[in-house]
C-alpha cells in the first residue's frame, strides 16, 4: 500500500500537528482566564455581597450620619436642610396619604 518512507513522514507530520493543536489550546487557556479575571473578581464580590447583605440596612443609618458630617460640617445651610430633611420628608409623606379630596359620585 504505502512505502515505509512516506508512512514515516506522514507520522512525523502528524506528531507536528498534534503539538502545535496542544500549543494552540494552552494559548487558548491562557487567554481566556485573562479575559475571565474581572469575571470571577465580579463572582467573589456578589458572594460576598449576598453574605453581608443582610447586614446592609443595619449599617445604613451609621454611614449616612457620618456622610452628613463629612458633607455638611455644623453650621452651614447645608447641614441646617440636611437635618431638616426627615422631617419634611415624613410631613409630606403623611400629608399626601392621609390628605384625600373629598368626590362626589
Not at 5 to 15: C, P, S, T, V
Not at 23 to 28: E, K, L, M
Not at 77 to 84: I, M
Request: charge should be positive.
Amino acid at each position: 500500500m504505502y512505502p515505509q518512507r512516506e508512512l514515516i513522514e506522514l507520522g512525523a507530520h502528524k506528531a507536528a500537528l498534534q503539538r502545535r493543536i496542544a500549543r494552540q489550546r494552552i494559548a487558548c487557556v491562557v487567554a481566556a482566564s485573562r479575559m475571565l479575571q474581572p469575571v470571577a473578581w465580579l463572582d467573589r464580590m456578589l458572594a460576598h455581597w449576598r453574605r453581608f447583605a443582610s447586614f446592609a440596612p443595619l449599617a445604613v443609618v451609621p454611614l449616612a450620619l457620618l456622610l452628613k458630617r463629612a458633607v455638611a460640617p455644623r453650621g452651614g445651610l447645608l447641614a441646617k436642610l440636611l437635618s431638616w430633611g426627615p422631617v419634611v420628608f415624613g410631613a409630606v409623606r403623611g400629608r399626601t396619604t392621609t390628605h384625600r379630596p373629598i368626590t362626589r359620585a
